[in-house]
């Protein structure tokens, strides 16, 4: 009798062929892009260093395409936003020391915003691992732990025979939802060392899905049929899981308003007579959600953003739907459901009953128009003109990358991104710096369409050298840089903190200039001629720049009061 854990697979004549007689001149190195390509990989980002050679001569010798940025904390913005526009794994090449650590931040904001990252990076020489001082070039006494806090798992190789199989578990690891970066270190004489293992041919991995627990749904779905007030917070997740479209149906079985978080932008059509659209730092849409009886959080762990800094308090029963198990319920009280939001919502949609409320999309209107008339009285009619330019230029399928910076605060809230998993931006660490290398990335992963990335000025300045990337590699991306001449949302809280702003003005460079510099064409634009100016810059193949000089202000908060 034959059992199906008995069963394995064969190889074939020209498998057992390349096995016996592998070609000469392979190294460590080429096990690691042979067990990349074998899992599916296409495309890596990284910067090369003297311990990680092995790997990148290695590349020379297959057929992966490498996307090489400046500076390393770039070449991991970049991995995120390849691994969120594709959901594929992105792998990341890395050398040892400095160069390993530069890429912390950016692998923080792919842990946040479970980005697929798969970072491979070098060690010192298996001699000097074990926490000795030897003296090696970029030794730390444990390199592993710098990344054990940031990262979703750590894998150490210490052998070639090792390395197929510690990517392979590593690549599991990062697909595994909630997806997330991964680390793999190898040391520099494993990857320069001539190796005599076979050519890596197969590479399958199966992540595991993480289904609701029926008794679960169940009780949601009784929740949710017998609520009168249901309301439905999308995050991130939603997006993610690519369950937009599962949402709309529930929502509108339901009857019951969705509003997205800044994460989950896209995950419920902006215009649709449900939407609250993604007001989440107003009271007034907090005061809706507090008021509701029954809450679904799908996708999202209630944090800081998308409770309105925490003064979200609500009142009704809450049931949260989260993948990652470190947020279930880590903000408030909830029936809470550790599942993947697609198979969540599929099991909700087969079980919750149909609910009649002619008034919902009254209410929804109600909320808005008080929104509206709060921002209205504010006189903030640059930003919403700015906004709205932005909008009107971005072709509806093209993706977005917001760096941290006052335009970026606006869109969170009031800019529609047309389609789930085209808007993005570094809210979930929140650190200077993405929205540039992040667009590279996506352009990287899709060239059909134009990719927009949207910084001010002092973030630009993290990502100025990836002009030169962008230029390399003719990637078709438009670079929107609002020059306000500081850190302008920094100069807004100190100002209004201690009444008056330190350390936050920036002696800055001619940008236009900069970039042409490069050999990248610029344009200087005002708020009147940016709809026009940053549409023909977006229809332009390759990389370009518009330059926006502007003051812009944030409206005011409600968390404060």
């Not at 697929?116 to 030794?139: D, F, K, N």
């Not at 909630?178 to 680390?183: A, C, K, L, S, Y």
């Not at 610029?522 to 023909?536: E, I």
Request: proline share 7%; aromatic share 6%.
């Amino acid at each position: 009798m034959t059992h199906d854990h008995d069963l394995v697979l064969r190889p074939t004549a020209a498998q057992t062929e390349a096995a016996l007689n592998p070609p000469p001149g392979r190294n460590g190195g080429d096990l690691v892009v042979e067990t990349l390509a074998g899992l599916g990989a296409t495309t890596v980002f990284g910067l090369p260093g003297q311990h990680a050679l092995g790997m990148f001569d290695a590349l020379r010798r297959s057929d992966l395409r490498y996307i090489g940025l400046r500076v390393e904390n770039n070449a991991g913005f970049a991995a995120d936003a390849y691994g969120r526009v594709t959901g594929e794994a992105a792998p990341l090449l890395l050398s040892t020391g400095p160069g390993a650590l530069t890429s912390l931040a950016a692998l923080q904001e792919a842990r946040a915003a479970s980005a697929p990252v798969l970072a491979i990076g070098s060690q010192v020489p298996t001699a000097g691992l074990g926490g000795g001082r030897h003296g090696y070039l970029h030794e730390l006494p444990d390199q592993a732990a710098s990344f054990r806090g940031v990262v979703k798992s750590v894998h150490t190789v210490r052998t070639q025979s090792q390395i197929p199989s510690a990517i392979a578990e590593a690549w599991t690891s990062v697909l595994t939802v909630p997806h997330g970066p991964v680390w793999v270190e190898i040391p520099q004489d494993v990857l320069l060392a001539e190796t005599p293992i076979p050519v890596v041919t197969g590479g399958d991995t199966f992540p595991e899905e993480l289904p609701p627990r029926p008794e679960l749904t169940a009780v949601a779905a009784d929740l949710l049929t017998r609520a009168e007030r249901p309301a439905i917070i999308a995050g991130g997740g939603v997006v993610r899981a690519d369950a937009s479209k599962k949402l709309r149906q529930l929502a509108e079985r339901l009857r019951a308003p969705v509003v997205t978080t800044f994460g989950g932008k896209g995950a419920f059509p902006w215009t649709h007579p449900l939407s609250l659209q993604s007001w989440l730092e107003d009271r007034h849409t907090t005061d809706f959600l507090e008021d509701a009886d029954v809450l679904l959080v799908v996708g999202s762990g209630l944090g800081e953003l998308s409770s309105n800094y925490h003064t979200f308090k609500p009142r009704g029963r809450v049931i949260q739907i989260e993948a990652d198990l470190g947020k279930l319920e880590s903000n408030h009280p909830a029936l809470g459901i550790h599942a993947d939001a697609r198979l969540a919502l599929q099991a909700l949609l087969e079980t919750v009953g149909e609910r009649t409320d002619p008034g919902a999309p009254e209410r929804v209107r109600a909320v808005l128009d008080r929104v509206r008339d709060r921002i209205a009285a504010q006189e903030l009619t640059l930003e919403q003109d700015v906004l709205a330019a932005v909008r009107e230029a971005l072709p509806s399928g093209a993706p977005s990358f917001w760096d941290m910076t006052i335009l970026a605060y606006w869109a969170w809230s009031a800019f529609d991104a047309k389609a789930p998993n085209t808007m993005h931006s570094a809210q979930g660490a929140g650190g200077l710096g993405y929205g540039f290398p992040a667009a590279l990335g996506a352009a990287a992963a899709d060239p059909t369409h134009p990719v927009l990335a949207v910084s001010g000025d002092g973030g630009a300045l993290y990502s100025i050298a990836e002009l030169a990337t962008a230029r390399q590699y003719d990637l078709n991306v438009t670079w929107l840089i609002v020059d306000d001449g500081g850190y302008g949302i920094l100069r807004e809280y100190m100002t209004d903190a201690f009444g008056a702003p330190t350390a936050t003005e920036l002696t800055r460079p001619d940008y236009v200039a900069l970039a042409e510099s490069f050999g990248v064409p610029g344009v200087r634009t005002s708020p009147q001629t940016l709809a026009a100016d940053l549409a023909k810059a977006l229809a332009a193949p390759g990389p370009s720049v518009v330059v926006l000089p502007a003051v812009l202000r944030m409206f005011a908060p409600t968390h404060t009061g």
